[in-house]
């Protein structure tokens, strides 16, 4: 049974920054993407960024220019560090991983989310 956990979040003002984590656990998991998305209250679940097993990056147009996505493959752990946060940026945050089963071949796992307030 593969699990993700996420943490990290919590309450910063505007203008700071804070580092999500996102570890997934379980023997022998080969993952290939992680990456994360959020959701605002009351609107659609947003792509955030992922990142490939070879640290290829991508990055949604919310986050290019404050967010960087990055990763221990060793630890199967993803992070989001976040900077300048706006109110906006107030969601639920969600890690996902494209868990590996055969040749080209994956399984979308998500978290259970972490939720992130910006506010003065």
């Known amino acids: 049974q593969v699990q993700l956990v996420e943490s990290g979040g919590g309450l910063v003002q505007p203008g700071g920054s804070l580092r999500l984590t996102c570890a997934a656990s379980?023997?022998?998991?080969?993952?290939?993407?992680m990456g994360w998305h959020r959701q605002a209250p009351g609107k659609e679940r947003e792509y955030v960024a992922t990142?490939?097993?070879?640290?290829?990056?991508h990055y949604g147009d919310s986050a290019k220019g404050r967010f960087t996505i990055s990763r221990d493959n060793d630890k199967n752990t993803v992070y989001l560090q976040m900077n300048s946060l706006k109110p906006e940026d107030t969601a639920v945050y969600y890690c996902?991983?494209?868990?590996?089963?055969?040749?080209?071949?994956?399984?979308?796992?998500w978290g259970q989310g972490t939720l992130v307030t910006v506010s003065s």
């Open positions: 990142i490939t097993s070879d640290g290829s990056s």
């Open positions: 379980g023997s022998s998991i080969s993952i290939n993407a």
């Open positions: 996902d991983a494209d868990k590996v089963i055969g040749p080209n071949s994956y399984l979308k796992l």
